[in-house]
């Protein structure tokens, strides 16, 4: 089963422009992770921010956490067309059963046109 | 290469075939995840290993799959009696430590196949 739900499915920016993507969830979580996808790839971790963080940055990446809402959103500055993947967003809902239980999204496709 | 290691990195097989995929972490890590991956979806979860011992699987993790780390280092993926469903990105993922929490997961390229 996943856990989040990203919204928009897919996103078609010119580059430049900013690009934010939304993340939903369901339960109790201890951290949120965000990860990039090039296609037929595996997964690059992004960033994460723990459950009592409400904002943090990396780079061009700004992520927030609502866990009040259980939402999410990573807003990527100044995009590139080299930005170009699928993003999803993880929950990880912490030690359950003696591991990171880290459930995934169904992903944001973004697009940047040169 | 210090990355986690998949082979191979695309398999074509036949219904009803066996498939075995061989997953590398990266060295050290305690923590050995796999997840499946269809187009259009996200990674779901099937399987967890801290060191040798498997102590998670899913629902999705059907009788025809067996998952093995013998001695906590590669761990191996098989298929029996492979079904046009199955047809998949198969990832591998790792983390390093056994307790701690608020870990990243590193991800392999992934192993895609195709069952005809």
Known sequence: SQQGEEDPQALSIQEGENATMNCSYKTSINNLQWYRQNSGRGLVHLILIRSNEREKHSGRLRVTLDTSKKSSSLLITASRAADTASYFCATDEGNSGGYQKVTFGIGTKLQVIP | ?116
């Open chain 2, 1 to 116: 290469d210090t990355g986690v290691s998949q082979d191979p990195r695309h398999k074509i097989t036949k219904r009803g075939q066996n498939v075995t995929f061989r997953c590398d972490p990266i060295s050290e890590h305690n923590r050995l995840y796999w997840y499946r991956q269809t187009l259009g979806q996200g990674p779901e979860f099937l399987t967890y290993f801290q060191n040798e011992a498997q102590l998670e699987k899913s629902r999705l993790l059907s009788d025809r799959f067996s998952a093995e780390r013998p001695k906590g280092s590669f761990s191996t993926l098989e298929i029996q009696r492979t079904e046009q469903g199955d047809s998949a990105m198969y990832l591998c993922a790792s983390s390093p430590d056994s307790v701690a929490t608020n870990e990243k997961l590193f991800f392999g390229s992934g192993t895609q196949l195709s069952v005809l």
